[in-house]
């Protein structure tokens, strides 16, 4: 008989944390949900909406508005907590004052014996994944961002419909920062075991190289599109904490672009970023180095360099 719970403390209940426990209880994927928010009334009131939900639901599982205190036996700590950009607000100030936001959750987080793995949504993504890592003084193997595993969703997708081919048998990666300077290494996407490069060779112009562009550039502004059309995104990022959680409790040893620490891979070394990696129950098992082709390792580098000269702006 099992008995160990699978336990998620989620902070920041907004429309991406809540996106993300609407998922957790529709796919059954932990036992005990606890909701932290700055704003207390909104965590009980989203509680009180999911339990109501809980009868037409496969799953028993126990949601309730707690505390800090409540996140000491949990096995995830999953973090959308955040505070909206300013109009006329620079992005370093953004950035300083999320920092600021981060302090006042890790810091009780850590202290109420927390034990498990950080997964971040906050944007940017990488940077903050860095500060929960530092703050928090984990293992940088326990402390994993969102990275690009959405915009790696959204290219197998567009692949998907391009190409005809189901997405579950594409395996193409966004990697680099989430935000302008990711890439599509193109020179590592396949179809089943066949490259994309070489179909495109193969067929006489009816796959073309620039298409293929087009679609690395929909998936590089589609979070512009949609917040232009509805002010934010966030089904999509419930869905892909969803599955990121779901490699963690079931020792999936699953490959996901999540934002990792890079520790000498691609020549990189303390910069968090969204690269292919092995998930497992104890979070990064390992980072998955691909062959990138030269012009696609400056890309990576390229990206690397913005994402560090924004961490050291910070002076943490
Ligand atoms: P939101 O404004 O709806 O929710 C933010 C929540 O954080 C609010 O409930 C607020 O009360 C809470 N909060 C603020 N300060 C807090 C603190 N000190 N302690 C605890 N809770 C606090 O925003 P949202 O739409 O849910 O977006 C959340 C974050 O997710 C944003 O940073 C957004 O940019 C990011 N996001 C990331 C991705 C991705 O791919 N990684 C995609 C979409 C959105």
Redesign the pocket.
């Known amino acids: 008989m099992r008995i160990d719970k699978r336990k998620i403390a989620l902070?920041?209940?907004?429309?991406?944390?809540m996106s993300y426990a609407y998922a957790l209880l529709n796919q059954n994927v932990c036992d005990e949900l606890v909701l932290?928010?700055?704003?207390k009334e909104?965590a009980i009131g989203e509680a009180m909406d999911l339990n109501h939900g809980l009868a037409f639901s496969g799953s028993n599982m126990k949601i309730y508005a707690g505390r800090y205190d409540d996140c000491s036996d949990a096995d995830i700590a999953v973090i959308?907590?955040?505070?909206?950009q300013k109009p006329g607000e620079s992005r370093l100030n953004l950035l300083k004052r999320n920092t600021e936001?981060f302090k006042?959750?890790i810091d009780p987080v850590t202290s109420s014996g927390f034990n498990g793995i950080f997964l971040v949504?906050?944007?940017p993504?990488d940077i903050m994944t860095r500060i929960t890592c530092t703050l928090s003084g984990f293992n940088p193997r326990r402390v994993l961002g969102?990275g690009t595993a959405?915009d790696t969703a959204r290219l197998r997708y567009l692949l998907g419909e391009y190409l005809k081919v189901d997405p579950r048998n594409i395996h193409a990666y966004v990697m680099g920062e989430?935000g302008d300077t990711e890439f599509v290494p193109w020179s590592q996407a396949m179809v089943a075991t066949k490259s994309i490069t070489e179909l495109c060779e193969e067929s006489h112009g009816s796959i073309c190289a620039q298409e293929l562009e087009q679609i690395s550039e929909e998936v590089r502004t589609a979070a512009y599109k949609i917040i232009e059309a509805k002010n934010?995104?966030?089904y999509g990022?419930g869905m892909a904490l969803t599955r990121i959680t779901k490699a963690i409790l079931g020792n999936e040893h699953s490959v996901l672009t999540v934002s990792a620490m890079l520790r000498g891979e691609y020549g990189q070394s303390g910069i968090f970023t969204g690269v292919p990696c092995i998930i497992n129950q104890n979070g990064v098992q390992r980072v998955l180095p691909l062959s990138l082709s030269e012009e696609e390792s400056e890309k990576l580098e390229q990206s690397c360099q913005i994402l560090k000269r924004s961490y050291e702006e910070l002076e943490i």
Request: glycine content about 12%; charged content about 5%.
């Open positions: 902070i920041g209940t907004g429309m991406v944390g932290i928010d700055v704003n909104r959308c907590a955040g505070v909206a936001v006042s959750i949504a906050t944007n993504v969102t959405l989430h934010a995104t966030y990022i």
